[in-house]
């Protein structure tokens, strides 16, 4: 049995904590409260928002707002069980800035990540490199953009088997449990700090939601459907739960927190709800100040080919594709895509206009799930989009060759007001660190505004 509590979305007087209990379904929420030091009394639970229970293992769970906080102040969370603290069932979170800090602030800081494989980190360095980072790269907020679990791991398990639901459940709940609960490791990023989850295709299965040669549940319809039910199920209850992308804001700076995988159809028609789309159409056209996009898969990318048949589709092969870029090319201010997936960072800059620009900015992996196949880094296409289509006008990309990686790690982008600019500090830190403190390996500095 296991409580835990993670620390979710955050605004600039409130914090959202999840409380889960891991193979207890059978506790009363009723005898648990979050008590949050230095802030209001505590909140009890109340009640779990669902528990989901498979043979021997289980998940309760509920998100609990906390509000009436001080802003951009950090506090510490504890979880009491009949008025006691739970040993190790805490949490820590910043509340949001009002204001984005000046070049002589400490500036307000997002940790990207994605790609954990729990099995490919036995040591724990993901959550034992955060935990030593410096005090100054410590992030405000987290985004973890896809594929904090593999659902279809190992492979030999999926292509030789096949699986009911109820199976599946059990299985995926475990690789779930064993992830959230890694003492020491990725527990320890997920409970220091908000956390915005966005989803891609092991969070399901890969290339979801179509059929993939390394998983025979999925080569029918039926167990492509029964794959899916219990994925969403459990995604909905350690990750996101199911709503639109989540919008938050420091001062002029605005993040869109989009999801380009929980909706995608069959084929290649839409990788996202036709009316999150529209939000984001909408987000973009009406920005402020620069922005920043959340996705699961590259921007600056190709189209698959045949490839996609066999791996995964990437958004360029999908319908949506030139709405999606239309509008980015469209907004009135600068725009941070934010993103993962491929197994190397990368930061790219695409030139709209005269101090506008796209800025793709890739953390991945965590933690590389095989070593085989080798993974290749790749520099962005030349041009924006790749390939030409009706209505939008290719513009040059560049690709920083001083921020090329292909290791483990996770990226801070630290960003600061400087006068009409939003300076941002781009590092890559690497999670092997052989428990020492972590340097940054690859560093980068663009404004945008």
Known sequence: MTLLLVPHEVGTDQVEIWVG???????????????????PVPTT???????????????AYRRVPIGGLATHTRFRFELLRDGVV???????????????????????TVLLGSCFAR????????????SLLPADARPDVKILCGDQVYLDSPWMEFVFRSHD??????????????????????RELLRDGGTYFSSDDHDFWNNAPNATAIARDTWSENGRNAWKKVATELYEAFQRAARPGSIFGVDRLSFFVADTRIARTDGKTAFADPA???????????????????????????????????????????????????????????????????HYGRVAVCHVE?????????????????????????????????????????????????FRLNANQFTTIAFSQSGAFVRMLIQAWPVETKGHAPAPSHTFEYSVR
């Open 21 to 39: 209990a891991i193979d207890e379904p059978g506790l009363d929420a009723a005898r648990l409260a979050v008590a949050t030091i230095g802030g």
């Open 45 to 59: 639970v109340g009640q779990w928002d669902k528990v989901i229970a498979a043979g021997e293992r289980s998940i």
């Open 86 to 108: 739970v040993p190790g069932a805490s949490a820590t979170a910043w509340t949001l800035p009002d204001h984005l800090p000046t070049l002589e602030e400490r500036p307000f």
């Open 119 to 130: 099995a490919a980190d036995g040591a724990g360095n993901v959550g034992r490199a955060y």
């Open 165 to 186: 639901e109820e199976n599946l459940r059990r299985r995926h709940l475990g690789n779930y449990a064993q992830a959230w609960t890694q003492a020491g490791g990725f």
């Open 276 to 342: 999150e789309l529209t939000r984001i159409e909408a987000w973009a056209r009406n920005l402020t100040g620069p922005g920043c996009l959340v996705l699961g898969q590259l921007l600056f990318s190709g189209e698959s080919g045949f490839k996609g048949d066999l791996m995964d589709y990437g958004l360029p092969d999908y319908g949506q594709y030139p709405q999606l870029v239309e509008a980015l090319i469209g907004a009135p201010h600068s725009i941070v895509i934010l993103t993962g997936d491929v």
């Open 354 to 402: 005269p101090g506008r620009d796209i800025v793709e900015i890739v953390a991945s992996p965590l933690s590389l799930v095989s070593r085989f196949p080798s993974n290749t880094w790749h520099a962005a296409p030349p041009e924006f989009p790749s390939k030409a289509f009706l209505g939008v006008v290719r513009r040059p990309v560049q690709t920083a060759e001083a």
